[in-house]
Every structure is written in C-alpha cells, then in structure tokens.
C-alpha cells in the first residue's frame, strides 16, 4: 500500500483501539515448564462490553466502505448481534448475524486442530521433518511440522505475487482447481524468506503443507476430517469445505472486492473456488458458529492439554509486544489487560475476526463484506476493544477521515505503525 494509505490505516488502527498505540497492559505471566510469553495465568476482571462502541466499530467500517458490517458476542449476559449495512447490494437485505460468510484463514485454526488431534493420536510429530511424511516435498529436510504452523518455515507466500494486482489476480483464480501440489510449486518458484525455524513470517503455504498432511497421514479428503472432528462434533451446523464447490448455500453475505484503482465500482466475489487457499482458507461459517469453535477450542474441548499448550505458545508477530502467533492461533493483548486468542480471515470480499478469552466464555465474531481496503478492516478490528475492553473507538467522520488523510505521519503514526502491511494482523 502507498504511503498515504499506510498512515490513515495507522491512524485508524490508534483510533479503534487495535493498533500497537494500545500497550497499556500487564506484562505475560509464566506459564510453569513453559518458555517465556506463553500464556497469562491469571486473566484481570473483564469489562462489560460496550454495545454502543461496537456498533460504532461498525458504523466505521462501512465508513471506510464496506458495504455492510456485523458482529456477533457471546459472553455471560448472553449473545449480542449487531449490524450495520447490506449483505447483498442487488437486493438491499441487511447484514445478518445468521448469514454464512467465507472465513478466510480462521481456517488455519481448524487445520491446526485437526493436525494436533493427530499428533494427540501419535500419526504425526511436530518436530519431525515435513519430508518424513511427505518425501521430497520440500528442498530442506530441516523444515519442521511445526515450524509450519508457526508460519517459520522460510516457504514464501505465492498469494503476494498472484494478487499483486488485486481484480485480474482474482478474476484468473476465480474458477480454477489447483493441486496442493501445484501452489507448493509455486512457493518453491520464489526465494525462501528465512531460514527453518529462524523468523516468523506469514504464509499461505504452509498451510497448504498442513493440508497435504493431514491427507497423507488420514488416507481421506480433508473436507471428511474436519467435518467428523470439528464440525459434527460441536454440531456446527452453518460450517463447510466446499471446495473446490464455488457456491455459498443458505443465508449467505455477498463479498465486494475493492478493486486497487479508485472509483473503480466493487466486484461481487461471492462465487469462487478459494483453490488458491484451500486448507490455508477456504472454508465458510457463520459468527455462531465460530464463537462456539473458537470457545470449545480454548475450553479444552477439541484437543487434550498437552496439544492445547503447544498451540497457546507463542512469539510476538511484529515489534509492539501485543501481537502473537502460537500455532495456527493468534493472540491479541488489548488495553484493557486482556488476551483474546483467535484468527483473522482475508479473502477476497470478506474480512473476518473470530476471537475468544483464554476461558472460552466471551467470544466475539465480526466480519464486513469487503477487502482490499486496509481501513475498514482495521476499523473491524475496533469491535475487539468495544466487546472485551469496553472501549470507544472514535468516530470516523467524512471530515475525520479528511484530516487523517491530510495530516503529517509523524503526528499520526511511528514509521513502524505506518509500515504496517495492510491485512493489518499478518
Ligand atoms: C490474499 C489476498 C489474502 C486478498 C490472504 N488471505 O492471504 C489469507 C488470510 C487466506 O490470511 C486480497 N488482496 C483481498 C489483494 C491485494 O488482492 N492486492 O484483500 O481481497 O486470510
């Protein structure tokens, strides 16, 4: 992204209260035997959310223009939806909390949770070489099952270079079937980015490895693994891999793709295959369903202590200490003091938050039906701090957004802030 959409993303990351301007917290505990960050041991009292400040979390998204926005908590006063804006702009039907949407990369998580409940039933180890299993996969033998889902294994991200350019990118993988072999290849065609284990840095295709895995070591299709280990098991009853389906059945939201020219009218991207993603991105759900996933998960009800604990270390993702990433989980630390562990999702018209509190007892799902546009999922990303913090974002004006725009970054942001990638939580 330019430079100009770096620093008003920076400044509305500060103004929904999700950017690294909030580190007001207390420090990590220990967890015992466990290395250092791993978890909290014990969680500060929660605030009550602030329904007003979520609502304007979503009023900001479709002010940066999305066309609709919703978010779905769940908490010990029960469940609060709200919604801001159209799911479908053909039709004018509103934004619906019940609706399905595609979920992005919160499929990592329950790629994670399918490959650990392997590793629980001793079929695979996570610090065994990629290549044991999959032989000659991989160009370095060092390369680690579980410095895939640390997104440490060095295997560059092919999705850069496929969607360098935002529409055509889409438009040629819109309908097209790939081989998890054929996105390997294409991985392996760029530079390696670190060495096995050395760095973390964000990639699609170590979750298509994580795919081929779970493949091999089953002998099924991964659509039946997740379905009889995560999907039937919790009754998840609006949860589906299509793929390589391009449909989206039943109540579904419509997703815009904001093409990289201005003005340029959006592109409905509802129907496509998500080939391209696949086990790192391709499945479908609803924020009912990914509260009761993300809950189960945290609670202790998908995976045994041991494979939990693994997937809950974790190591910062960027410079401000409030970010993290165990193994296919993220960790936020908000300003309140507070962890919410989950994942994000970006696929093409669909931003996706779905987080929980380490107990699993507040769960917040939120998404907006657009992407390629930084601001409005950063501004999404303010219903974080409204449902666990019970923090306002400030109001995004057509004028605040002018100012923002206007104003010099060192009043804004640091360079670090503004230097953030756009899909602010990679
Ligand atoms: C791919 C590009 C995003 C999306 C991605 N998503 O890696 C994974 C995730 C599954 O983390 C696309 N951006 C957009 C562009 C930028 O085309 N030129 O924003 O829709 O969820």
């Given amino acids: 992204m330019n430079r100009r959409m770096a620093v008003s993303a920076a400044l509305l990351a500060v103004i929904a209260g999700v950017g690294p301007a909030t580190t007001a917290h207390a420090s990590p505990g220990l967890r015992a035997g466990g290395p250092p960050g791993v978890a909290r041991t014990s969680a500060p009292a929660l605030p009550a959310p602030d329904l007003e400040a979520l609502v304007q979390a979503l009023t900001n998204t479709t002010a940066a223009g999305a066309p609709g926005a919703m978010a779905r908590f769940t908490g010990p006063d029960g469940v609060q939806g709200k919604t801001v804006g159209v799911r479908d702009k053909t039709t004018g039907a509103a934004m619906d909390t019940k609706a399905r949407f595609r979920i992005g990369s919160v499929t990592k998580t329950f790629s994670t949770v399918v490959l650990l409940q392997l590793v629980a039933e001793k079929k695979i180890e996570l610090d065994t070489s990629v290549n044991h299993y999959l032989p000659g996969l991989l160009p370095d033998d060092r390369i680690t099952v579980r410095h895939l889902l640390t997104h440490r294994s060095g295997l560059a991200d092919y999705t850069d270079a496929m969607f360098a350019d ?14 998890y072999e054929e996105l390997v290849k294409l991985s392996l065609g760029e530079p390696r980015t670190t060495e096995p284990g050395v760095s973390y840095k964000y990639s699609n295709a170590n979750f298509v490895v994580v795919g081929m895995l779970i493949e091999k070591v089953t002998g099924h299709p991964i659509a039946k693994e997740y379905d009889r280990r995560i ?18 059945k039943g109540l579904h939201v419509h997703g815009y793709l904001t ?7 959006l592109v409905d991207s509802t129907e496509q295959t998500v080939s391209w993603a696949q086990s790192a991105g391709a499945m479908i759900s609803n924020p009912a369903d990914l509260s009761t996933f993300m809950s189960a998960l945290l609670s202790g009800r998908l995976l045994p202590t041991a494979q939990l604990d693994a997937m809950l270390t974790m190591t910062p993702t960027d410079t401000t200490n409030t970010r993290f990433y165990g193994l296919g989980l993220r960790r936020y630390d908000l300003s309140c003091g507070t962890s919410v562990y989950g994942h994000t999702g970006t696929v093409q018209g669909f931003y996706t938050y779905a987080f929980t509190t380490r107990d699993g007892k507040r769960s917040l799902t939120a998404m907006a039906n657009t992407s390629n546009r930084g601001q409005a999922n950063t501004a999404l990303g303010g219903t974080l701090e409204a449902a666990f913090c019970g923090k306002k974002p400030a109001v995004a004006t057509a004028r605040g957004f002018s100012s923002v725009l206007n104003a010099p970054s060192s009043a804004v942001a640091t360079p670090a802030e503004a230097d953030l990638p756009e899909h602010n939580a990679r």
């Avoid at 438009?171 to 097209?176: D, G, I, L, P, T």
């Avoid at 093409?259 to 009218?265: F, K």
């Fill in 231 to 248: 999907i039937k098991r919790l009754g998840l009853r609006n949860t589906s891999y299509v793929h390589p389906g391009r449909e989206i």
């Fill in 259 to 265: 093409p990289d020219e201005a003005g340029a009218p």
């Fill in 166 to 179: 935002t529409v055509p990118g889409f438009e040629a993988v819109r309908n097209k079937v790939f081989g």
